[in-house]
């Protein structure tokens, strides 16, 4: 199996808690050789044997055995810095959110196309084992015709919309949220006919923007998606609602949680929901027999998405977050901000 070499621009939390835990799992697939940090001196994260950490960027730039870089800095940054990366002839890929414009966005994908390399969004998210339960109850279709789905993803940070003095379009609660949210929507729904926004700052203008409610239309089904800074208990995460009945979930995948608590994926249990924590399918069937039972949780893997990669890289299968969708994305989330100061 050909082993892809990878070099990663940051040394954050990004970087240690939602990139290596996966990539270090697959070393037939992939090797990490090289981290940028900035400043050496400085890191909350042990560094981890095998691993070359360096505060020159052109050292992995330059280095030829570098064929992928990862990009988790702050998000002002990505759209220079993935072109640095492009320039150096290497595969890019960018944490969320992608871009702040879609201009922005097409350049990068414009630059890959005429070097025939990939640059893509991390769009982990997609397996999240909520969204996966979701997918297997409305494919099973118990449910029958599938007409609204809410999906919510909330907080209690008060403080944080308190002490906010300035707005921030790429650092917004939108761009900073509600990508995960919009692009599991569109990675299984694709494109929406229309969207309907609430985008707000809910302590005035100049302040963070900490709520949205955007609304994304298929033809009859709608698809809610719902987050807040001011909610003491969370709503569920997903409801679904369909012609025969309806699927409730109540909790999140588990993965972000056990890895802030330094659990990872090779430990037995990891990201696996309790059945206290499986959603509730309630329906009635043909014969109008009234049913309620748990559903059992999938397992939610964010290393998928490198499995995925690999495939793309070195066998040729069409990249997992297309170019098209991210540029959906993007477009919604500019004109969803749109309004905010």
């Known amino acids: 199996m050909k082993q892809l070499t990878i070099g990663i621009i940051g040394n954050g939390k990004s970087t240690n808690r939602y990139q290596l835990p996966y990539i270090l799992q697959r070393k037939e697939q992939y090797k990490v050789k090289t981290i940028f940090q900035r400043d050496l001196s400085k890191s909350d994260w042990a560094r981890i044997d095998g691993i070359d950490y360096t505060d020159n960027l052109d050292i992995l730039l330059n280095d030829p055995e570098v064929e992928i870089v990862v990009l988790a800095i702050s998000s002002n940054a990505h759209y220079e810095m993935a072109k640095k990366v492009l320039a150096a002839g290497k595969h890019c890929i960018v944490e969320k959110p992608f871009t702040e414009t879609i201009e922005q966005a097409k350049e990068l994908y414009a630059i890959a196309n005429e070097k025939n390399l990939i640059v893509q969004c991390y769009q982990n998210r997609r397996f999240d084992s909520d969204l996966l339960t979701v997918q297997k109850v409305i494919e099973s279709n118990v449910l029958g015709d599938i007409q609204e789905i809410e999906m919510s993803f909330d907080y209690f940070r008060p403080e944080r919309s308190e002490q906010s003095t300035s707005f921030s379009k790429i650092n917004s609660f939108l761009y900073g949220h509600a990508c995960h949210s919009l692009d599991q929507v569109i990675s299984v729904f694709g494109k929406p006919d229309r969207v309907v926004y609430d985008v707000r700052q809910l302590l005035g203008e100049g302040r963070l923007n900490d709520y949205f409610d955007i609304d994304l239309f298929y033809g009859n089904l709608k698809v809610s998606i719902k987050s807040s800074f001011f909610r003491l208990k969370p709503r569920p995460s997903y409801v679904v609602y369909g012609k025969k009945g309806m699927f409730i979930k109540e909790t999140k995948d588990k993965q972000e949680e056990h890895l802030k608590m330094f659990v990872w994926p090779n430990v037995v249990g990891f990201g696996v929901d309790n059945v206290k924590e499986y959603g509730t399918l309630t329906y009635i069937d043909n014969d109008k027999n009234y049913h309620e039972e748990k559903v059992v949780s ?27 969708e991210t540029l959906w994305q993007l477009e919604i989330l500019e004109t969803g901000i749109s309004g905010v100061k």
């Open 298 to 324: 999938e397992v939610g893997d964010y290393g998928r998405y490198y499995d995925a990669l690999y495939n793309t890289i070195v066998n040729g299968v069409e990249k997992l977050v297309k170019d098209e």
